[in-house]
């Protein structure tokens, strides 16, 4: 054990040459990141998330109420015992051939029995009272970080001159502010990586629970090797796109359909410009060349930056689904569904419904907004966290 935490500890791969581990020991003098502060990030996850539950529970429950959010879910079908064994051990989606089969051995109708499958198939997606409440929840927590982010990183000389964040390198004492700031944003991760299993499924789960791991990494990564300055300047970054959308989709979910769509819009433009401006030109111009250029190369350099441009990519994608949605906006007059994570895997059109009954527009849920809903961001359109 002791052979493998000395291979994976390297410091020819961590640090710059001529750095050792134990020049980034903390002394009474000054204090630097350590790698054993990563274990915080457990406890903390766990209290986040009771705090999540607390929150939903007695301030974002009574608050969605007072709005009028509708509190019950969709029509349950009636109960069958043959079309639940075969929804729960065969298939919630029976093709042609079992559909007859069913329709001779109930006596019922082919359209009857899609219609009790459709029903069943909602039956299982959650409210809007849920999906309201963890986007409160979400709103809140970002709203929190990004606010806590912009007052630190405004007193800090690398928010200005991104050169700032190799001067003097590794050797940058550890800050209590900036330390609180990392802990809090690694253990909300964390939580999220957790909670995304029990949370409203949507159709990106995968890209997002991508995200989340490439964060959490991100973080972890970027406060042993101490680069936290460029770090925060990260966080910071990704987080101020999430509070705009979360406010879409309360919006939504209170029927506030106007003012839905122009949040969204704002979103979009939030999103791209910081996704695609900001974020290449200020944070990987740095990391890719400014850093080489004060401090030479070495291994975890090009692990970091390999990670910040998958991250990139991940922008890329998602910028595309928002840009889909804000134009069909533009074009129709109405925001078209929430492409990045708002879709649950499970959801299903109305195939009965007609066109012209279909919901007047839709940066959809954490869930579905009728027939049809849109966690991070959107689908037929858009962008958990982030980052």
Not at 120 to 132: A, H, V, Y
Not at 254 to 262: A, E, F, R, T, V
Not at 327 to 341: E, F, P, T
């Amino acid at each position: 054990m002791a052979g493998i935490l000395a291979w994976f500890w390297n410091e020819r791969f961590w640090l710059p040459h001529n750095v050792t581990w134990a020049d980034l020991q903390s002394t009474e003098e000054a204090a630097f990141p350590q790698a054993e502060d990563l274990y915080l990030a457990f406890p903390l996850a766990f209290c986040i998330f009771m705090i999540r539950l607390l929150f939903e529970r007695f301030i974002a429950k009574p608050c969605a109420l007072g709005l009028k959010v509708q509190a019950n879910g969709p029509q349950k079908a009636q109960p069958n015992a043959i079309l639940e064994k075969v929804f729960t051990a065969i298939t919630k989606h029976p093709d042609e051939k079992r559909l007859e089969g069913l329709s001779k051995q109930l006596d019922w109708d082919v359209r009857s029995i899609q219609r009790w499958f459709r029903q069943r198939r909602n039956q299982e997606k959650p409210s809007t009272l849920r999906k309201f409440c963890e986007s409160m929840w979400r709103f809140t927590f970002y709203l929190y970080i990004f606010t806590y982010g912009v007052r630190f990183l405004k007193k800090t000389p690398w928010l200005w001159n991104t050169r700032q964040c190799w001067s003097g390198y590794p050797y940058q004492p550890l800050m209590p502010d900036l330390h609180y700031y990392y802990m809090v944003e690694l253990s909300f991760y964390w939580s999220l990586m957790f909670s995304q299993f029990i949370d409203v499924k949507r159709k990106d789960f995968g890209i997002m629970f991508t995200h989340h791991i490439v964060a959490v990494t991100l973080i972890s990564f970027s406060y042993v090797t101490n680069l936290t300055r460029v770090g925060t300047l990260i966080l910071c970054l990704h987080d101020v796109a999430d509070i705009v959308l979360e406010a879409a989709k309360m919006a939504n979910y209170c029927k506030c359909q106007k003012l839905s769509d122009l949040l969204f819009l704002t979103f979009a433009v939030v999103f791209i410009v910081s996704r695609l401006g900001i974020y290449p030109l200020w944070i990987l111009n740095t990391t890719l060349f400014e850093l080489y250029e004060a401090l030479g190369n070495f291994p975890a350099l090009w692990v970091f930056n390999v990670l910040l441009i998958v991250l990139q990519i991940l922008h890329c994608l998602w910028s595309y689904l928002i840009i889909k949605a804000a134009y069909k906006a533009l074009s129709k007059g109405k925001v078209a569904k929430d492409a990045r994570s708002d879709v649950e895997s499970s959801s299903d059109e109305e195939e009965t419904v007609p066109r012209s009954k279909a919901p007047h527009s839709a940066i959809a849920t954490n869930g579905t907004s009728g027939a049809n809903g849109t966690n991070g961001y959107l689908t037929g359109a858009t962008c958990s966290e982030e980052h």
